[in-house]
């Protein structure tokens, strides 16, 4: 069992940054793969970025490349997602996810979710 608690978010200015963490609870949190989603509202929840469980591999999505950066420290239990150059489009509610099946945007392939830390870019 893992339980994920994100936190970080917040209102930013356009251009602005913001930092989120998620901490895992239980001993296992390094054997998982690490997941950012998001969910504006009226949209689907969507992948941002992902990261492996050694950290060697990550992914992410055409709309926050080069913008975003997704890192963990197995150490502390914690995975962060570092957003910079924030726009108006990134206004969503952030979901960390936790799975064992590779990094993948499929959100049903992800075993534990957090409850959600509120990201506000205003213009």
């Known amino acids: 069992q893992v339980q994920l608690v994100e936190s970080g978010g917040g209102l930013v200015q356009a251009g602005g940054s913001l930092r989120l963490s998620c901490a895992a609870s239980?001993?296992?949190?390094?054997?998982?793969?690490m997941g950012w989603f998001r969910q504006a509202p009226g949209k689907e929840r969507e992948l941002v970025a992902a990261?492996?469980?050694?950290?060697?591999?990550?992914y992410y999505a055409d709309s926050v490349k080069g913008r975003f950066t997704i890192s963990r420290d197995n150490a502390k239990n914690t995975v962060y997602l570092q957003m910079n150059s924030l726009k108006p489009e990134d206004t969503a509610v952030y979901y960390c996810?936790?799975?064992?099946?590779?990094?993948?945007?499929?959100?049903?392939?992800?075993?534990?979710w957090g409850q959600g830390t509120q990201v506000t870019v205003s213009s």
């Open positions: 996810a936790a799975g064992k099946k590779g990094i993948t945007t499929v959100r049903s392939e992800y075993d534990y």
């Open positions: 239980g001993r296992t949190f390094s054997s998982y793969d």
């Open positions: 990261i492996s469980w050694t950290g060697a591999r990550t």
